[in-house]
């Protein structure tokens, strides 16, 4: 037996404007994104706001559903907008956010489900996507890559 080790780097910034000034656009973006939420049901308005190679900025929200499986998450919201309306663009930058009653002061990282969708829009386009996750305050932190955030990702080459 041996042990493999996983290494993740995460950069933590304090404020926004220690922010690249393009990380710091979509960062806004994203808190604004949250008002459009629909989250009757959780009360947990997320915002997503993404960059694309080509230089254009796009927004998205969590939509959900009284049937609850039904509902969307706000990353994959923004990444539908981004593939129907520049479907030849990567994405390079998504910065996620949320909004709650009780003010969340921690990062909020994408689920399970987003992590896979942003894995497959990596593959997809051969380009890495800059993760930029913030609560309502607080520390920012920024990964390079969705892969940071899954590892031993599952890859579509497995498949026949
Ligand atoms: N949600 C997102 O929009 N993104 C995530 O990465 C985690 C969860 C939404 C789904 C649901 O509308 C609400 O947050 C509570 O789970």
């Known amino acids: ?7 993740t780097t995460v950069q933590v910034y304090h ?3 220690e922010l690249d000034p393009v990380d710091q656009k979509i960062l806004t973006m994203a808190h604004k994104a949250t008002k459009d939420a629909w989250a009757p049901y ?3 308005a997320v915002g997503a706001a993404l960059r694309l190679a080509n230089g254009k900025c796009l927004h998205g929200s969590n939509q959900e ?4 499986p039904t509902g969307l998450c706000a990353e994959r919201t923004a990444l539908s907008v981004a593939a129907s309306r520049y479907p030849k663009s990567p994405v390079v930058a998504m910065a996620v956010t949320v909004k709650t009653k ?6 909020v ?3 399970g489900s987003c992590r896979q969708a942003i894995f497959e ?6 380009e890495n996507i800059r993760i930029i996750m913030q609560g309502q305050t607080g520390d920012i932190y920024v990964c390079n890559s969705i892969k940071d955030l899954l590892p031993l ?7 026949p």
Do not use: H, W
């Open 15 to 17: 404020n926004i404007d």
């Open 65 to 68: 559903n009284a049937a609850y």
């Open 153 to 159: 990702s599952f890859t579509a080459d497995l498949l």
């Open 42 to 44: 959780s009360r947990f």
């Open 121 to 126: 829009v990596e593959q997809r386009y051969g």
């Open 102 to 107: 009780d003010i969340i002061n921690r990062p």
């Open 109 to 111: 990282s994408p689920c």
């Open 1 to 7: 037996m041996k042990k493999l080790t996983l290494k």
